[in-house]
């Protein structure tokens, strides 16, 4: 027998999707075995579209890399996005970032890139322009998560979660203070999204992937700490001003 792991994070919208597609789905399957044609395209469309809304709430076993060096994909998805940033407001300076673009078919649980402690999470209300567009990540409504790692190279990591046209809700499940450990679940965004990951430096860490590859939370390598790099200074982790709730 095949199981599919499913989320918790999704069980009201799984019950409100069998309740609506699932159930009148059966019935027409049941019309259509006794006899009444006319009830096969409804069963179709009815059972395709409840699987297809379930599906967003998957949530498949994934081998986590052991590289120490290693950072792992945030999300599933397209990667869109390798920039350098000349200043992050919680990095504290120079960052690069590497943004993912989850579609309304990729597995939409968010995973931690690295080891270490929950310092900050910050919720910031917005819009919800298509997770594509260029003004998306500043603009759209988005949970961002501060982590601080052991490494005195990059003492701290940045995850932003970020809604996106159909993405209305950010889960987060975890709490300031909290160790987490590589490639575990933090949460997930329903319905298509796009998740950041910023790293400190321009050349601390070498990207693993390129425009237009496709990621896979928690197995995917997005980046390598370049050997040889360290910090005598480990940065601070800034508290930017603007519109925030954080959780401490």
């Not at 599919?4 to 919208?13: A, F, H, N, Q, S």
């Not at 490639?183 to 965004?189: K, L, P, Y």
């Amino acid at each position: 027998m095949i199981r599919i792991p499913l989320t918790v994070w999704g069980w009201r919208e799984m019950a409100l999707a069998t309740l609506v597609t699932g159930v009148p789905g059966a019935l027409a399957w049941v019309g259509t075995l006794q006899g009444r044609l006319w009830c096969l395209p409804i069963a179709v469309v009815l059972t395709l579209i409840w699987g297809w809304a379930i599906s967003f709430f998957r949530d498949p076993h994934r081998v986590v890399p052991n590289d120490p060096d290693a950072l792992v994909a945030p999300a599933d998805g397209l990667v869109t996005e390798i920039s350098r940033i000349d200043h992050d407001s919680l990095i504290g300076g120079p960052a690069m970032r590497i943004g993912i673009f989850l579609s309304v078919f990729n597995v939409h649980i968010n995973r931690s890139p690295c080891k270490g402690v929950v310092r900050m999470i910050r919720h910031e209300p917005g819009a919800f322009l298509d997770a594509r567009h260029p003004e998306s990540g500043s603009r759209n409504e988005a949970n961002t998560i501060v982590i601080e790692t052991d490494d005195p190279a990059a003492p701290t990591l940045v995850v932003r979660q970020i809604a996106g046209l159909l993405a209305r809700r950010i889960v987060c499940d975890l709490k300031v203070g909290q160790q987490i450990e590589r490639g575990q679940r933090i949460g997930m965004i329903k319905f298509g999204s796009r998740t950041e990951l910023i790293v400190p430096g321009h050349d601390l860490f070498s990207p693993q992937v390129a425009l237009g590859d496709k990621a896979r939370g928690a197995a995917t390598i997005l980046a390598l700490r370049c050997t040889g790099t360290a910090s005598s200074e480990p940065q601070a982790v800034r508290q930017p001003a603007g519109r925030a709730e954080e959780r401490t």
